[in-house]
């Protein structure tokens, strides 16, 4: 079992619908958890983070964390085709400052 | 300049050169990662590296060879590689302790090995 599993698409999203993007892990006791952006040919890019169980919102990015299910997703409302890219779930917490990346979802938004 | 920045952005070498890869990062961070990033392949972690001592090598063949001088520096010298290392080498760096703070980028290198 991979620790991170993510989809790896791609998914594709009519303009201004919403995305979502799902995660598991398999280290309970991970404490940490992160979105990554990245673009085609671009480095990661970091799009939120998030620590308790619950949601996080930040503008059109909602993270969502459930760790009795070892489960987080991203969900991206009205979505744009700039939001065309591969999305990299990363768990971290259990192995000092070391995270853990998922394989990453691509994501095609279609105008 | 701030972030973490990588040099040099491109690299073209035959299978018999050596070149390294530079890593600079202005965050503070006391610990920096080296990865590996195939064509639609995962991030593969190569290095890392906690307050300039390696923490981690994650089996990674020998003409791989990193350097941390000190928190803010990384190198990758590389010598005698095979096509198959062409790939975007990427650098990130993070505070390392802790919960797991998320790491900061660099813009990675794209290496061609001919």
Redesign the interface.
């Known amino acids: 079992q991979k620790e991170v599993e993510q989809n790896s698409g791609p998914l594709s999203v009519p303009e201004g619908a919403i995305a979502s993007l799902n995660c598991t892990y398999s280290d309970r006791g ?3 958890f ?1 979105w990554y952006r990245q673009y085609s ?6 799009i939120m ?1 998030i ?1 308790s169980n619950g949601d996080k919102e930040d503008g059109r990015f909602t993270a969502q964390l459930n760790k009795a299910s070892q489960y987080v997703s991203l969900l991206i409302r009205d979505s744009q085709p700039s939001d065309s890219a591969t999305y ?1 779930c ?4 259990n192995q ?4 853990i ?4 979802t691509e994501l095609s938004v279609k105008p | 300049e701030t972030g973490v920045t990588q040099t040099p952005r491109h690299l073209v070498m035959g299978m018999t050169n050596k070149k390294s890869l530079k890593c600079e990062q202005h965050l503070g961070h006391n ?1 920096m ?1 080296w990865y590996k990033q195939s064509a639609k ?3 593969e ?1 190569m290095f ?1 590296y ?1 307050f300039k001592e390696q ?2 090598n994650n089996s990674v063949p020998s003409r791989f060879s990193p350097e941390c001088p000190n928190s803010s520096h990384l190198f990758l010298h590389l010598h005698t590689l095979q096509p198959e290392d062409s790939a ?1 080498y ?1 650098c990130a760096s ?15 290198t ?1 290496l061609t090995v001919v």
Do not use: C, D, M
């Not at chain 1, 990363?90 to 917490?93: H, N, Y």
């Not at chain 2, 993070?94 to 990675?108: C, E, L, M, P, R």
């Open positions: 991970s404490q940490s992160f040919g671009k480095s990661p890019e970091l983070f620590y990299l990363a768990v971290g917490g000092g400052g070391k995270l990346f998922g394989q990453g | 610990a990662y392949k995962p991030l972690l890392v906690n923490t981690e975007l990427l993070s505070h390392g302790q802790g919960k797991g703070y998320g790491y900061t980028f660099g813009s990675g794209r």
